[in-house]
Every structure is written in C-alpha cells, then in structure tokens.
C-alpha cells in the first residue's frame, strides 16, 4: 500500500507571494492533520480534516488555510506569505475514527524556503 | 492544557551502549502515547504506541517504552543502540475530540564509534 505523498518535495517562495501544498493520504484513510515544523518551534499543529470537514485548528493566522476533498486528498494554502513561514510542512493521514483516535502515518513533508 | 516535555534536546550515546529517552506528558485523561523517529530530511516515522492495556509496549527496530501513569512519563529504551540509530526522537500525546497531536520537542540522538 502506497504512504502518504506530499508535492511539490521542495519550494522556493518569495514574501508577499502564496503556495498551495498538498497530500495524498494512505487508500482508505479520510483523516489529514497537517502539522508546521521548525528549529525554534518544533511540530506545530495547524488543522485536521475529515470528510471534508475541518475539525480542529491550532494556532496559526489566518493565512493559514487548507481543505479537503472527496477523495481525502487534502491541500494547504498559505497566503501573504512571510520569513518565517519557512518550514517544513508535513501531512498526515489516519483511518476514520470518530470519538476515537487512530495512529498517523506521516508523509515526507514539503520544504518551504521564503526568501 | 495537553503538553509534551522531552527535558533532553540533545543525548550522546556509545554503540552498544543502552538508551533511555525521557519524556513526561500533562493530558487529564488516559493519553495515547507515540515515539515517532525522524531521520535528517525524512519525515516522521512511529516506533511504537501506547493505547492501553500492558504499560511496557515493544516497538520496531528493537525499541520498547513504558507507560508509568504516576510519573505522567512514558521513556523510551533501546538496549544495545546501533549507529543507525542516530536521528531526532519525538514524544507525543494524541487527544480524543481535539483530532490532534501534540508533540514533544524532540531529542536529536547522537551515536558515536
């Protein structure tokens, strides 16, 4: 069975522009979590989808979007982008579970570098 | 609040010598624990988990971890670490209703010759 696929692997960005990320879950999984990673940071939380529904969000501005579509896939959108959005951005996937959780299998992440 | 605490960010560690990982959670609940690994570049990959049951869970690559629920810690331990071993080691606690995970910062793990 195929993991997690995220595109593009890399991206080079400049402040002011936007991107669109995006994951391909494991067959079968309907839950996508996307979480930020940096040195000062560490792992951030930033939303989780299922069946097209976002139900929860961490901390992030605004400018932080994604969605979810029929097929799980799952994009993000980071809009007016800045310095330190630079990151890297993985994906996660789950099998459906509701009122349970379930383990995820992470996805090798895209790189962002704003310049 | 959910939180993770790896108190050590870095730990340096013989070939063949043992491991142990600290990590101590804060979840009100009884938590769902994970070790996941993350080679420079890669991305996250689960050693093992706690869901419930036995507190002493084995893992892959020849790890195990013990849940000790009076301590709130849930430490990670290899017996014999290999020089592939080295890599950066993540604690995380996953909540039920919040549909997230919330991770630890992590221990780079160093392994020398």
């Known amino acids: 069975k195929a993991g997690v696929t995220q595109t593009p692997r890399y991206l080079i960005k400049t402040r002011g522009q936007q991107v669109t990320l995006s994951c391909s879950p494991i067959s079968g999984h309907r839950s996508v979590s996307w979480y930020q990673q940096t040195p000062g940071q560490g792992l951030q939380f930033l939303f989780e989808?299922?069946?097209?529904?976002?139900?929860n969000k961490g901390n992030f501005p605004g400018r932080f979007s994604g969605r979810q579509f029929s097929n799980s896939r799952s994009e993000m959108n980071v809009s007016t982008l800045e310095l330190g959005d630079s990151a890297l951005y993985l994906c996660?996937?789950?099998?459906?579970?509701?009122?349970?959780?379930?383990?995820?299998?992470f996805g090798p992440g895209t790189r962002l570098t704003v310049l | 609040a959910q939180s993770v605490t790896q108190p050590d960010i870095h730990i340096t560690v013989s070939e063949g010598a043992s491991l142990e990982l600290r990590c101590n959670y804060s979840?009100?609940?009884?938590?769902?624990l994970f070790w996941y690994v993350q080679s420079p570049g890669q991305g996250l990959q689960l050693l093992l988990k706690y869901f419930s049951g036995d507190t002493l869970v084995q893992g892959i690559k020849g790890f195990e971890a013990e849940f000790k629920r009076s301590q709130s810690s849930f430490n990670l331990r290899k017996p014999s670490v290999h020089w592939s071993d080295a890599a950066e080691y993540f604690c995380?606690?996953?909540?039920?209703?919040?549909?997230?995970?919330?991770f630890g910062a992590g221990t780079r793990l160093f392994v020398k010759a």
């Open positions: 995380a606690v996953g909540a039920t209703g919040g549909f997230k995970t919330i």
């Open positions: 996660a996937s789950s099998l459906p579970g509701p009122g349970t959780y379930n383990e995820q299998f």
């Open positions: 979840y009100g609940a009884t938590p769902y």
């Open positions: 989808y299922f069946s097209e529904t976002q139900r």
